[in-house]
């Protein structure tokens, strides 16, 4: 059996930081909590049956520096794989922009659809169908092989959710953001990729 576990990177914002739409355009690191919050993964899968044989993240510096502090010793994987399409997705005229500004811009039922349903608000730059392809592809590099192990893939909040529209099962009704620093579960077993977990945090 092959498991996947997709994490989202930990905060770019602390307390008391004016909060912003960070997307493709924008390469912050971690913050304090941030850091904080990869170091509480790394601990979380230390501690976990699962030793990661391959590891993938963006270009980006906030999935970088998640996947880097998830992989300690313990775990085979030992280079960083980049791949394209795990980088964030644009957020158009909103990029960069304090959220509350762009709540204020779309309204908070654009936001909604966008976290519960995954369809764009007016102005982004994102292509869902591209996105769900990237996915189901890189699901079948593993659904196909005979291999074990487990996989991780460090991203980003507007890419991550669409791996649920790539698989076959979702076993779990949690809901499709993932927060800061959480992660999710994909098995993937006899040609079948099952969520298993989604939105976990090692605090949970």
């Known amino acids: 059996m092959m498991r996947i576990v997709i994490c989202r990177h930990g905060n770019t914002f602390d307390k008391g930081d004016v909060v912003t739409r960070v997307g493709a355009r924008t390469d912050l690191p971690l913050s304090k909590s941030g850091a904080a919050q990869a170091r509480q993964l790394a601990a979380h899968f230390s501690a976990s049956d699962i030793v990661f044989s391959e590891a993938f993240c963006s270009s980006l510096k906030r ?7 998830i992989l300690t010793s313990k775990h085979v994987a030992k280079k960083l ?15 960069n922009a304090a959220e509350e500004d ?5 309204g ?12 764009p608000p007016r102005g ?7 996105i769900i392809r990237a996915w189901e592809k890189f699901f079948e590099n593993y659904r ?8 991780l893939v460090a ?5 991550a959710r669409f791996a649920l529209d790539a698989v076959d099962e979702i ?15 994909i098995e993937i077993e006899g040609g079948i990729s099952k969520v298993k977990v989604w939105d976990k945090r090692a605090t949970d």
């Open 63 to 69: 999935t970088q520096q998640t996947a880097e502090a």
């Open 81 to 95: 794989k980049s791949l394209q399409f795990l980088t964030e997705i644009d957020y158009g005229v909103d990029e």
């Open 102 to 106: 762009v709540v204020a811009r779309l």
């Open 108 to 119: 908070q039922e654009a936001i909604d659809k966008w976290d519960r349903d995954a369809i």
């Open 124 to 130: 982004w730059q994102v292509e869902p169908k591209e």
């Open 144 to 151: 196909t092989s005979n291999s074990s192990g487990d996989i």
């Open 155 to 159: 991203t980003s909040n507007g890419i």
């Open 171 to 185: 076993a779990t009704d949690a809901p499709r953001k993932l927060r800061t620093a959480a992660y999710g579960v």
